[in-house]
Structure formats: structure tokens, C-alpha cells
């Protein structure tokens, strides 16, 4: 029987409280009052965002290095009004690494460079750019997940939030609240990277995007004795700990002469079968150029998060029937520059434009959304988007190989050795990443003791990510009971030795032998990265939204 809900209607429904749709939701009141000002045609939408975060910013996870141009083009006065800005880039070095070694770029080719950039810190900036939206009068809901599309007479007409109060086998408990539906003319998706509401939604409007193609950043902020660094200094590295068929990299920002930002980025392709995110940054950080940085340091806080790295190729249309698509839930990101939140928050401008027409003429159809793509096509978003569109490509066959590709981009851009990806159903999982079976590497990975100094295990690191759920709730991690039987158990930990062991950074999936092999798992721990849904070599997890409120309390991620 269909579940009895509350229902509340908007005229406009923003999902994520990311760069994409707080740019998005800000540049449309904008918008709104500018004309406001001007006409007797007065617009008043009802406009809300909401998040399934339990503050505004406590997903939020990036480097960060932000490119400001979409950023002067939608608030230019952001400096004035406060915006959490740590530092502008001073100097910056690329640098190959060996494992005690290293060997800096004797200069950074223009397209890598980070001139004129600034260094934030992407959850302060979140929980900023939220009270902004909010003091436009936009309706912010923090601890709410949007769980289920609405899709009424072929068109997604709103969504349904998270059920609160049901225990661990899906019963109620005292003060259960079945999910909000919330209603909406237009629902602007922008859940970053891997959204489980896109997901879903590619179920019921599939496109021909070729798959999209993910990496996972792991990384950790340190407080560090003063005279070491100056503030707006900036490395990236290559090589170590990757090895040289495996694609990867490390950096290193200084937010201020005392707190930096240190992380990896670890492919997640069918070249690094036994990724290990965490483990990666714990290696980077014994390498004498961050180890003698971070000495009596100390880490306060550390997260995970995945990153979508197919580029143009792989983007998905910006539109659909009743939503829009923004940031990383299209998959808008520059690869070659390790960059998307410039590109995140240009296409919340271009959604802000195109709902603002749409209220003007009070026509929310599918044709007068569909003009977001061409305000994307001609727009700077798309011209960096094209010209980086086969970076990525270029390592797949390995660093050296990629190294020269990548050169000889930067004087013929987009020039690529392989073909444009096949084209598959859009959102598809990859159910078979083409991975190299390894179960015996699998066993024989050197264990890593960390020294809880500078290195840490996965249980300490998520001491410091804020991480909490509401333990007694249905676990959001779904795998069903006939794959854990013959697929984890048997098939993967033939093929594979479960590398969900490895990948998932805060240690949610363990495999017991006592009293009889079965799969364990942590939901409580999720970092809400989506590394595994993306990793998982066979596609049986499926990941979904835990009570809203849960997951990781980033601070200054
Ligand atoms: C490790 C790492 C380092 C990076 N470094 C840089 C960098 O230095 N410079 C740069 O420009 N880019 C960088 N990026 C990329 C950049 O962070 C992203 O491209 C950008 O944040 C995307 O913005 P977004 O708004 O699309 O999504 P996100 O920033 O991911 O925000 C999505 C929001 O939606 C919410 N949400 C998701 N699903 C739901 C749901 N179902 N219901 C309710 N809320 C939901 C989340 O809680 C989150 O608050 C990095 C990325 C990673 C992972
Ligand atoms: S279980 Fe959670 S933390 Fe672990 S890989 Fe999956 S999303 Fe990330």
C-alpha cells in the first residue's frame, strides 16, 4: 500500500547544497530581483535547497584549489561580503616523486598553472554561500536527503525525502516521520559526483552518455609549526606512491603559514584492481618532501570523496523532463587541472538563467529547459571542458605513455591516441571495470602499520572526519542476500580477495571467518565517498541515502 506522506510545493527544488546549486539558487534570486526591480510583472517563485548534510558544508570535501572566474561572474563582490577565502596561490611546483626522491618540473605549463587561483577550503565556502542563499530568502533544509524521484505523467515532479525513525530491520521506532514529497515545477539535481538520485533517475530518462569514469580523493588537514610554508604555496606530484601503470597524484596547499591541505587522488579504473585510497596518502606522507613538512604536526581532519573524471565525453545532458542537471551530477570536470568547482559553479549560473526564462514565461517544459545546453555550448565552461576532453585518456595505458600524450596536448589540445568511449546507457554501474583478476596480489599486500604520528589507520582517520549515523537504522548499503552468497563470498574472493577490504577508506566492509565466512559491514562509518558503488568489480552495492543527518562533519575540508 502506498505510504501516507506530507507533501509541500515549490516552484523551483534544488538537491545538494553543493558549489553547483548554491552558485545556481543565488544567481537566480539575483536574477529575480533584478527584474523584480524593473517590471510590473512581478516574479515570487518559492525556491528550496536542501541537503542531506546535518549543516550546510558537512559533505563538502575538495583540495581546494577554486578557479575564481565563475565566481566574478556571479558575485563579484564576494571578497567584500566575506567570502571564506585562506589565501591566493603565492608559488606553486609540480614534481615528479621517486620514494625518497624528487625531481621538480623545471617549469609549469600554462594549462597546469594555478596563477591567480585562491585556496579555500570547500565546506567553509559551502556553509558561507548557504547563509548568502539564505539571506536571498531561499528556503535551506539541512538533514534531508532527497531518497526517491516523484515522477508523475512521464516527468520527474518532485522527490521524496528519507524516512526518519526506522530500526534496523525497516520497522518503525517511536517518532518515526515517513519521508516529505515535496513537489516542484523544476528540480535541480546537483548531488556531485556518483548521486544516487541521479542514478535512479537514469533508470526512468536513460541517455546515451558513455559510462562515466571516477577517482577517489582521500585527504587529510594538518596543523603545522609556523616558518615552514607560506601561505598560498602549492605542490602537485606524480609517481610516488603510484606505481607507473597506475594513474594517480598528490598535493599539498598551504591555506595559511600553519594549516595545510594534503591528499591523493587514486584511479579507480581497471589499472589499480586493489586500490587503496587511504593507504595511498599514508604512503605519500612518508615521502621526505611531506614528511618533513607535517613533523609535529598535527592532523585535525581528514575525509574521502570520489570525482568524476570522464570530461566532455562522458557528461550527461544538463536537462531532462521537470530537472536540470548541475556540477558533478552531469559530471562537469577539468581533469587536466584537477578542477571542477569553477566548472560546478558556471553550470549553476546556466541552470539560474534557464529557470529564470522558464518563470518568466511561466513554461517549465522539457523544450524550454532543453536551452541550457546551448548556453553551455557557448559558454567558457564548455571551450576548457572540450580542449581538456582527452586528458585522462591519455594515462591509461600508463604514466609514461600519458606523460608524452599530455605534453603534446598542450600544444594540440584534445590530441588523443584512442577513440571516443563507446557509448552506453547513461548512469549505467560499471558491473565489469574490465579488472585485472588479482587475488593472489590481493594476498600478498604488505600490511602497513601506521605509526599514528603521521600515519594512520582507517578507524583513527575517521575519528577526525566527524563522521556519525544513526546507528539503528536499515543499512543504506544494499547488497542482496543471494550476492553476498555467491558473489562476495565465492566468486569475488576467488577472482579478486574482496577488495572491498581495500577500497572503501573507513573500513565499512570486513570479511569474517568466525564462526562462518560471511560479509560484516559498518554502515555507521560511511564517508558517503562512493567509492565502492563505483570500485566493486561485479556492481552488487548499491548505495542509498541513510537518514538525513548522517555521514561525515567536515569543518574545513
Ligand atoms: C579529493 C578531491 C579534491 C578536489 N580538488 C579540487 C580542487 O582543488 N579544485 C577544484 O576546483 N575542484 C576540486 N575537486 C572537484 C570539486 O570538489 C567538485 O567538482 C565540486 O565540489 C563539485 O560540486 P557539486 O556542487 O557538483 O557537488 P558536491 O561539491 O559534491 O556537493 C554535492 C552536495 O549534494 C549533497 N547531496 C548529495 N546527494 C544528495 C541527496 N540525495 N539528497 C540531498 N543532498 C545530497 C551532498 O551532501 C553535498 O553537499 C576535488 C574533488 C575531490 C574529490
Ligand atoms: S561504504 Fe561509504 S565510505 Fe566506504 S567506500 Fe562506500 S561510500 Fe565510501
Known sequence: MEQERESLEFDIIFVGAGPANLT????????????????????????????????????????????????????????????????????????????KRKFPLPFIPEKFSNKNSLIVSLSRLGTWMAEKAEEEGIQLFDNTAAAVPFIENGRLSGIITDDKGLDKNGYKKGGYE???????????????????????????????????????????????????????????????????????????????????????????GPDAPLCDPHLNLQRFKLHPLMANTLKFGQMVE??????????????LPLFGPGYLLTGESAGVVNMQRHKGIHLAMKSGIIAAETLFEALLHNDFSTERLKSCEERFRNSWAYDELYAARNYRKAFDNGLYPGLIQAGLQLSFPGLSTKKTQRSLPGFSPLPNRG??????????????????????????????????????QPCHLRIKTEDVAEICLKKCATEFGNPCQHFCPAAVYEIITDPVPALRLNPSNCLHCKTCEVADPYGVITWTVPEGGGGPGYKVS
Open 24 to 99: 545556481s539558487a543565488i544567481h537566480l534570486q539575483h536574477l529575480i530581483k533584478r527584474h523584480n526591480a524593473q517590471s510590473a510583472n512581478l516574479l515570487e517563485p518559492t525556491i528550496a535547497v536542501i541537503d542531506k548534510g546535518r549543516y550546510a558544508g558537512a559533505h563538502l570535501l575538495s583540495g581546494a584549489l577554486l578557479d575564481p572566474k565563475a565566481l566574478d561572474e556571479f558575485f563579484p563582490d564576494y571578497r567584500e561580503q566575506g567570502c571564506p577565502i585562506e589565501a591566493t596561490v603565492t608559488n606553486e611546483s609540480l614534481w615528479f616523486l621517486q620514494s
Open 178 to 268: 515517513p519521508g516529505l514529497l515535496l513537489k516542484s515545477k523544476v528540480t535541480v539535481i546537483g548531488e556531485g559526483s556518483d548521486g544516487s538520485l541521479t542514478r535512479q533517475l537514469g533508470k526512468h530518462f536513460p541517455t546515451h552518455a558513455p559510462a562515466q569514469r571516477y577517482e577517489s580523493g582521500v585527504k587529510e588537514t594538518w596543523q603545522i609549526p609556523e616558518g615552514r610554508v607560506i601561505a598560498g604555496e602549492v605542490h602537485h606530484t606524480f609517481g610516488f606512491p603510484f606505481e607507473a601503470d597506475v594513474y594517480g597524484g598528490g598535493w599539498f596547499y598551504a591555506l595559511s603559514p600553519t594549516l595545510v591541505s594534503i591528499g591523493c587522488i587514486s584511479s579507480l
Open 302 to 315: 581528514a575525509g574521502a570523496r570520489t570525482i568524476t573524471s570522464g570530461g566532455l565525453d562522458t557528461m
Open 435 to 472: 579488472l585485472k583478476k588479482n587475488k593472489g596480489a590481493a594476498a600478498s599486500i604488505p600490511e602497513f602499520r601506521s605509526d599514528g604520528i603521521r600515519t594512520f589507520s582507517k578507524e583513527r582517520s575517521l575519528f577526525n572526519s566527524g563522521v556519525m549515523h544513526e546507528e539503528n
